[in-house]
């Protein structure tokens, strides 16, 4: 279940779907406001649960670096989106 307010388990499985249509999505741990401002977020069909994986983490992958990956992708996206202007 999800709500514009609170995320729920459904946006984190299509965060880690292998479908190319969910990649780059829904990276909000808790509100997923912060994908709708910076157009990361998808909404799932309810019943919309697909196979999951992360196939550009490595499991041996630094912590520090996995934990920034969100934030670089929104800098990056932001980034273009004001270069547009």
């Known amino acids: 279940m999800w709500t514009s307010v609170i995320c729920g388990p459904q946006l984190h499985r299509i965060h880690h779907s292998i479908h190319p249509e969910h990649n780059n999505k829904n990276y909000a741990q808790v509100f997923p ?3 709708i401002v910076f157009g990361t977020f998808y909404m799932p069909q309810n019943d ?3 196979e999951t994986g992360t ?3 490595k499991s041996d992958e630094e912590v520090l670096q996995t934990f ?3 934030f670089k992708y929104w800098f990056h996206t932001f980034k273009r ?3 547009k202007n």
Do not use: A, L, N
């Open 33 to 35: 406001i912060i994908d």
């Open 48 to 50: 919309e649960f697909p």
């Open 55 to 57: 196939y550009e983490i």
């Open 68 to 70: 920034m990956k969100p």
């Open 81 to 83: 989106r004001i270069g």
